[in-house]
């Protein structure tokens, strides 16, 4: 069986108690940066096997997990922060799972897209999720058509890209489009700042850019 167990965006107290029971349960954690979850593990006192399972290295362990999965071993599957399989990797070991009936399990908890929608203030009744914008092929076409979108828009953005994506988000959605930006959820310095993307992108502009990024946009 595979669990995938969301993990906590900063706050280590943001992890279910089901969580850690699946976590001191299962023979093997693969993890997108093992680093990263060994001190969520030690700080719960959780000692398990780690491997590395993330985007550069799932399409050559895929079959192998499979393989470990088919002889009974039980496996939860972490990232380094929120859900596995919202911009993070999991649904090629997913999809290998159904495909051989390896019953696969996902429990509730983090996504740093939730906090963001919800307290942004824009609609909430309808959305859709882009995860992060394409880098150079296809970005420009992709604005375009979102330019058109009437539900709510979420992204995610790094730090020294934020700038630039809202500077374009103005270019096709306009100056007045209703925008916030969270960064740094559930953490010591966690901030959101709302208001028309021309407002967001000139507060950011004069500021250092640190932390995770969320982007949510009113549609059109």
Do not use: W
Not at 137 to 142: D, F, H, V
Not at 196 to 213: C, M
Request: charged share 25%.
């Amino acid at each position: 069986m595979l669990y995938l167990v969301p993990t906590p965006l900063g706050n280590l107290k943001d992890i279910t108690l089901r969580a850690l029971e699946v976590l001191q349960q299962v023979d093997l954690i693969l993890c997108e940066d093992t680093r990263t979850s060994s001190k969520l593990l030690q700080h719960y006192k959780i000692e398990k096997p780690l491997t590395p399972y993330h985007q550069h290295n799932e399409h050559k362990v895929v079959a192998h997990l499979a393989d470990q999965l088919q002889a009974g071993k039980t496996m939860a599957l972490v990232t380094d922060a929120g859900t596995p399989g919202i911009s993070d990797p999991a649904f090629l070991l997913v999809r290998e799972c159904i495909k051989q009936n390896i019953r696969v399990e996902c429990l509730p908890g983090a996504a740093a897209f939730v906090p963001a929608l919800v307290n942004s203030g824009i609609p909430t009744n309808r959305f859709v999720f882009e995860g992060f914008l394409p880098l150079k092929k296809g970005r420009q076409t992709l604005m375009k058509k979102l330019a058109e979108e009437e539900r709510t828009m979420v992204f995610y953005e790094s730090p020294m890209r934020l700038v630039k994506t809202l500077e374009e988000l103005i270019t096709y959605f306009g100056p007045d489009r209703a925008c916030s930006v969270s960064r740094e959820l559930t953490k010591l310095y966690e901030e959101n700042k709302r208001g028309s993307l021309q407002e967001v992108a000139d507060y950011f502009k004069s500021k250092t850019v640190k932390g995770e990024i969320v982007v949510v946009v009113a549609g059109c």
